[in-house]
Nanobody, 115 residues
Framework: QVQLVESGGGLVQAGGSLRLSCATSASIFSTYAMNWYRQAPGKQRELVATITSGGSTEYADSVNGRFNLSRDNARNTVFLQMNSLKPEDTAVYYC?????????WGQGTQVTVSS
């Protein structure tokens, strides 16, 4: 069983910042890439950012340069720092791990950016 515990999110004005966190077990954290997805109302879920077990990161074009994904190895937690937020960033954000053959998801956290 893989557990992903998310925190953070909330309501912020455009241009503001928020930080999301996702904690998991040490065995998962040290082995698998961890991802953040988001889903806006009426839209498909999309990949926002990925961090490998070695710390390499990739970002969607829409957030590159504004979002930063990092790892805290002591706490088995990843942090998604979101800066210069835009109304179009409004969505439910999900932490995700693919432990073949299954996908595991966090409970989701709402991010709302007001204009």
């Amino acid at each position: 069983q893989v557990q992903l515990v998310e925190s953070g999110g909330g309501l912020v004005q455009a241009g503001g910042s928020l930080r999301l966190s996702c904690a998991t077990s040490a065995s998962i954290f040290s082995t698998y890439a961890m991802n953040w997805y988001r889903q806006a109302p009426g839209k498909q879920r999309e990949l926002v950012a990925t961090i490998t077990s070695g710390g390499s990161t990739e970002y969607a074009d829409s957030v590159n340069g504004r979002f930063n994904l990092s790892r805290d190895n002591a706490r088995n937690t990843v942090f998604l720092q979101m800066n210069s937020l835009k109304p179009e960033d409004t969505a439910v954000y999900y932490c995700h791990v693919r432990k073949w053959p299954r996908d595991y998801w966090g409970q989701g956290t709402q991010v709302t950016v007001s204009s």
